[in-house]
DNA sequence: CCTTTTTTCTTGACATCGTCTAAACCGATA
DNA sequence: TATCGGTTTAGACGATGTCAAGAAAAAAGG
């Protein structure tokens, strides 16, 4: 995997020891972290870090399209390190949110909107992960 | 349309003014209105109405399953008396929603999905209104 | 009617999320 | 050293949402 100084550099965006702890938790997160999870993380790296930069340097990885952000859980909006179109399953009992391939879903009628231009599609589900 | 004392009666809610106020906020709402939005509707027919009342009375429409919650904005959910199955778009320069019809989308494939109890699905789209 | 009990409502406190501002803090350059 | 940009920090702020304690209102029972 690359290195944050690089991705960073690549984004024109300069590297510091605050945003490259920022970046490394993020990416290498395989779950969906709020903000405030990210500092926790980001704080084990870099103890001095503050909220706002976590705040700003997440924002500006989004802007760059270095991570997405998804508003589809209450409370907080989450950030996913997936870059690639993917739905989401969401489970009502833990919050926890799992990616759902792309493919998995084929979404059809689109050609239907002709007043809306559609930027971004993704298919939501809600339910509970089944023990077993 | 029904009477707002009679849904609550249906329900085995005790009407009461304040309540009254507001499922009428609510339910005449053709829109995806936040808690604060009902709220202020709500105190032009009921001004004592309290913001714990009117949190606590939606959420108990949506435990009875007369209205819906839908967590897909950021900042604050927004209620949505609409409860038969529909889709959203999102317009991201004003953060209005429009409901699509269940039968725009096809969804296919959910079948693979064994380890999942699936209670809801939706398209979610994201993008612009077309300026015409 | 008049109590008692239960339900509901309100107020205010509280926690969390996210943004903003002013001041401090670099690091490079002259 | 002095200065100049960009970056970070701490704290204030507003908004969202929940909670607890007491006030108020409604129901129940005599």
Known sequence: MKSAISILRQCGI?????????VESVL??????TADEILVFARKKCPTVSRA????TLNLLVEKRLIGMQAIREGAVVF????????????????DI?????????????????????LDV?????????KK
Chains 1, 2 share one sequence.
Request: charged share 30%.
């Open 53 to 56: 930069t976590v705040y700003n």
């Open 98 to 118: 799992y990616d759902i391939p792309w493919d998995q879903f084929e979404v059809r009628g689109r050609k239907a909107f002709e007043d809306f231009e559609i």
């Open 14 to 22: 300069q590297p510091t020891p605050q945003r490259i702890a920022v």
């Open 80 to 95: 996913d390190p997936n870059i690639q179109k993917h739905h989401h399953f969401i489970d009502e009992d833990t919050g």
């Open 28 to 33: 290498i997160s395989t779950a969906h972290p």
């Open 122 to 130: 993704q298919v939501i589900m809600r339910g509970k992960r089944r």
